[in-house]
């Protein structure tokens, strides 16, 4: 990693040179095929924010980015792969960085979290995608059969779960942050009968300052695992920047970005196209 200038990503001055500065990153690894790894990214964010190193959190990240890393050798699909990985940890802390700036200013939506939940929001975006074989949330067989949403529209999130949540363990993490991170994973499942729906009701009342009241939200019985959202703003915060990190690779970050993305999410999808 420090090969590489030691910098993997920061945000500019505007929108405009922000989106300028990830997309000449990535691409610059892409076409050279030279990254750094997954754990070196994680330890030097860590570093950056002021974790201390016998922190669970810290040994949490690194253990599950060693668990990603390890994937560079049995290979991964063409979108979901250690360079996936290293852009949404990169967008996730960067993000959440700036939400404390804009906390300490009164924006309105934003809340300042500690070095703690900082490493906890990145350990959630590390571990999101963790095992993902490719494709979609429906299965083949499901397609073949003529459906057209997932049976389990949280089947690849789960997954990633069950994978990284020995590792949380492991580490020590305490259960509370453990289950809160779990939601995190699950609330970035993209399909379309999945919380969708549920999670833009609940960021427009967070962003409104609004009370958010679980039984009165549209879905909510069909998702009881997320309830956390309604109860925890920490928990909202971590969870939104994690769902914008996750799609900013194939929507967010320049063209020429967003197509080379869109090519790879195309060969993922073969076969899941109904």
């Known amino acids: 990693f420090q090969s590489t200038g030691g910098i993997f990503f920061k945000l500019g001055s505007s929108a405009a040179e922000t989106a300028q500065n990830f997309a000449d990153t990535q691409l610059r690894w892409r076409e050279t095929g030279v ?3 997954i754990v070196g990214e994680v330890a030097h964010y860590l570093d950056g924010i002021g974790l201390e190193r016998n922190d669970p959190l810290y040994k949490a990240n690194l253990l599950v980015a060693a668990r990603a890393e390890i994937e560079v050798a049995t290979g991964s699909p063409a979108y979901h792969n250690q ?35 900082l490493a906890e929001g990145l350990l959630s975006a590390n571990r ?3 095992g993902h074989p490719g494709g979609k949330n429906i299965t083949v067989e499901e397609v073949a059969a003529g459906q057209k949403l997932a049976g389990d529209a949280f089947r690849l999130e789960q997954q990633s779960v069950d994978i990284t949540e020995p ?35 609940i960021d427009r009342l ?31 915060v971590m969870s939104g920047v994690v769902r914008l990190s996750d799609v900013g690779e194939s929507s967010s970050e320049g063209k020429k970005a967003n197509y080379r993305a869109t090519l790879d999410l195309q060969k993922e999808w073969e076969g899941y196209v109904t």
């Open 35 to 37: 990254r750094p790894s």
């Open 83 to 117: 360079n996936h990985f290293l852009d949404v940890n990169a967008q996730t802390i960067e993000f959440l960085k700036k939400n404390n700036e804009l906390a300490e200013q009164g924006v309105p939506g934003t809340i300042k979290l500690s070095k703690q939940e």
């Open 128 to 130: 999101h995608d963790v």
């Open 167 to 201: 590792l949380l363990r492991a580490a020590g993490l305490d259960e509370a942050t453990i289950k809160r991170s779990n939601v995190v994973v699950l609330t970035t499942s993209p399909d379309g009968n999945g919380p969708g729906k549920l999670l833009s009701q």
């Open 206 to 236: 967070h962003k409104e300052g609004k009370p958010i009241e679980w039984e009165k939200l549209e879905g909510s019985k069909g998702f009881p695992q997320l309830k956390i959202l309604a109860d925890d703003p920490k928990a909202r």
